[in-house]
C-alpha cells in the first residue's frame, strides 16, 4: 500500500533501494549497511501505517523484501514456509490451490506484507478460532546482525519469542516463516449487513460489545461505523456495517444467531462459500470471482492516519450516544472494532510479545482520511483523530492506555529521531503496545544487537548501547 502522504518532494529519500533476489543478497546488505554506518529499512509490503520501514530522517537505504516471495505449502505435514514479501493473499492461494480445509489465520486485507504482518503479531478472521498469526509460527529463518541466517534452534528462543509480536525493523531481518496451518470446513458462510440510526444501529452496537466476544471461537462478527447520508432524507446518519465470517453452514450459523444475536439472523443474509472465497468477501473483494487475483494484487494508494485502542468495559448506551454524536460531527472518522474472546482468551499475555489477550472485549482502529473528499486538509484530519482519540479517554483500557503495534503511532511518546530513544522514552510507547513484555523485550534486543543496528523511529532499544 502507497502511503501518499509520505510521497511528497519533502520526503526524505534513500540513497538505493535493494531488492534482494535471495537469502545471500540479504546477508550482504546487512553487513555492507554496518561496515558503512548506514541506517537500513526494511519493507516487505510497505503497509506501514506510519511509513518507518521506507522513511528516515538521516541517510538510509531500503531492502525491499518483495522478491523473496516464494510459498511452500506441505498439505501431509499441514506446513507452510512463506518469505516474507509475500502478501497474504499470495499464502492463502497457494494453500488453497492445493487444499480446500488448510488455511491459515492471518490478516482480513490480501495486499499486507507477510514479514512486517507476523512481526507484530498479526490477526485476522479467525483469531477467536486460533489466535493470532504470530501463535501459529513454529519456526523462522532471520538474518542477525552479523549477516549470519538462524533458524529457531540456533537463534534461541527468546529471539524467537521477541520475533512473533514485538515488532518489525528491531532484530534483525525475517526473511521466511514456518507456519502450523489450520484446518477449515469445506464450506463457511458470511454475512454483511447495514443498519442506519433510524434502523436501530445505535441499540445493535450497544449489544454487538456485549456478546460479540462470548460468541462461539468459529464466530466472528466485526462491526464498523461510519457516518454518510440518508437515502432519503439526505441528512447526516451513521451506517454500522455488521461482517462475518462462520466456520461452519449456514443452518448451522442461524441456530447460534438465533439464540445469541436474532436481530442479526436472516437466512437471506447468510452466504455459502469456500474459505477462500470468504478471503475475497471480506477483503471487499467480489467473492464469485477467480482467487488467481490473489496472485499479485496491484498495492492500493491511500492516504490515512490510524490510531488503535482496546476496550476492557462494556461502553454504557449513554456513552455511545455521546460518541455517536461525535462521529457525526466529525464526519471524517471512521471505527472499526475486533471482537476478541473465544482461543484469544485462553492464550497467556507473555506467551508472545503481542499482550492483549484475556479480558479484552474488542479493538477499535480509527481511521482518519480525506481521500475523494473536498475542503478540508490533510492536516485538518488528523486533528480530528487526535480529538476523537482523546475523547475515548474514559472508554478504553488504561494504565497502559493499550495500542496494537502493527498500526503504528507516532503520537503515543516522543518519536525518536534516528531510533535513538532511550528506554524511558521507549518505555512510554513500548508498554502500549508490549505491556509488561516490553522489558523483555528489551533484554533480547540488548543481547542480539547491543550497537543498535536495527532500529526505527519506535524499535526496541538497546541497553548497552
Same mark, same amino acid.
Given at each position: ?21 535471495? /537469502?545471500? =543478497? ?20 510497505? =503497509? ?6 521506507? #522513511? ?8 525491499? !523484501? ?20 509475500? *502478501? ?22 490480501? *495486499? ?16 477467536? +478460532?486460533?489466535?493470532?498469526?504470530? &501463535?501459529?509460527?513454529? &519456526? ?21 519469542? $521477541? ?42 452496537? =450497544? +449489544? %454487538?460489545?456485549?456478546?460479540? =466476544? ?17 437515502? *432519503?432524507?439526505?441528512? +447526516? ?12 453452514? $449456514? ?6 444467531? @438465533? ?9 437471506? &443474509?447468510?452466504? /455459502? ?35 488503535? @485502542? ?14 455517536? /454524536?461525535?462521529?457525526?460531527? @466529525? ?14 482468551? /485462553? ?48 472508554? #478504553? ?13 507516532? &503520537? !503515543? ?15 512510554? %510507547? ?36
Amino acid at each position: 500500500m502507497a502511503m501518499l502522504r509520505f510521497n511528497t518532494s519533502s520526503t526524505p529519500k534513500p540513497f538505493l533501494i535493494l531488492t534482494p533476489l535471495k /537469502e545471500s =543478497h540479504v546477508q550482504i546488505a546487512v553487513i555492507c549497511s554496518r561496515k558503512h554506518g548506514i541506517q537500513m529499512k526494511v519493507r516487505s509490503g510497505g =503497509h506501514d501505517f506510519e511509513g518507518l520501514s521506507y #522513511v528516515s530522517d538521516v541517510p538510509f537505504i531500503i531492502v525491499d !523484501l518483495s522478491n523473496l516471495r516464494d510459498v511452500d505449502v506441505d498439505v501431509k505435514g499441514k506446513i507452510a514456509w512463506v518469505q516474507s514479501g509475500a *502478501t497474504t493473499g499470495e499464502v492463502y492461494y497457494e494453500i488453497a490451490k492445493k487444499s480446500n480445509t488448510l488455511a491459515f489465520p492471518a490478516a482480513i486485507c490480501t *495486499t499486507v506484507g507477510f514479514g512486517g504482518f507476523i512481526s507484530g503479531g498479526g490477526y485476522g478472521a479467525m483469531l477467536r +478460532k486460533y489466535g493470532t498469526a504470530g &501463535d501459529n509460527v513454529i &519456526d523462522a529463518r532471520i538474518v542477525d546482525v552479523h549477516g549470519r541466517i538462524l533458524d529457531r534452534k540456533s537463534m534461541g528462543e527468546g529471539l524467537f519469542w $521477541a520475533i512473533r509480536g514485538g515488532g518489525g525493523g528491531s532484530f534483525g531481518i525475517v526473511i521466511s516463516w514456518k507456519l502450523k496451518l489450520v484446518l477449515v470446513p469445506p464450506t463457511v458462510t458470511v454475512f454483511r449487513v447495514n443498519k442506519t440510526l433510524a434502523e436501530g444501529a445505535l441499540s445493535l452496537v =450497544h +449489544k %454487538w460489545q456485549d456478546i460479540a =466476544h462470548g460468541l462461539p471461537k468459529e464466530l466472528i462478527i466485526f462491526l464498523s461505523l461510519r457516518v454518510t447520508n440518508a437515502t *432519503t432524507t439526505g441528512e +447526516k446518519t451513521i451506517i454500522a456495517s455488521f461482517r462475518s465470517l462462520f466456520l461452519g453452514d $449456514a443452518k448451522k450459523l442461524k441456530i447460534v444467531m @438465533d439464540a445469541t444475536f436474532p436481530e442479526l439472523s436472516h437466512s437471506k &443474509d447468510f452466504i /455459502e462459500m469456500s474459505w477462500i472465497q470468504s478471503v475475497l468477501f471480506l477483503d471487499g473483494l467480489p467473492s464469485n470471482r477467480s482467487i488467481d487475483i490473489l496472485g499479485r494484487l496491484p498495492q492500493a494508494k491511500s492516504n490515512f492516519k490510524a490510531k488503535s @485502542d482496546y476496550v476492557r468495559q462494556p461502553i454504557l448506551k449513554t456513552g455511545l450516544e455521546l460518541i455517536f /454524536e461525535r462521529l457525526l460531527n @466529525d464526519e471524517q472518522n471512521m471505527m472499526v472494532f475486533m471482537p476478541y474472546g473465544g482461543r484469544m482468551s /485462553e492464550i497467556s499475555e507473555s506467551k508472545t510479545p503481542f499482550p492483549h489477550r484475556n479480558g479484552t472485549l474488542f479493538k477499535i482502529l480509527y481511521i482518519a482520511s480525506p481521500n475523494g473528499r473536498q475542503g478540508a486538509t490533510f492536516d485538518d484530519y488528523i486533528h480530528r483523530l487526535r480529538r476523537m482519540y482523546q475523547f475515548m479517554t474514559p472508554y #478504553v483500557s488504561k494504565s497502559p492506555r493499550e495500542a496494537y503495534v502493527n498500526y503504528r503511532d507516532l &503520537d !503515543l511518546g516522543q518519536t525518536s529521531k534516528n531510533g535513538t530513544a532511550s528506554y524511558s522514552q521507549a518505555k512510554v %510507547w513500548g508498554t502500549k503496545y508490549f505491556k509488561g513484555n516490553f522489558d523483555r523485550l528489551v533484554y533480547v534486543k540488548t543481547k542480539v544487537d547491543p550497537d543498535n543496528f536495527f532500529r526505527t523511529e519506535q524499535s526496541i532499544p538497546s541497553i548497552a548501547h
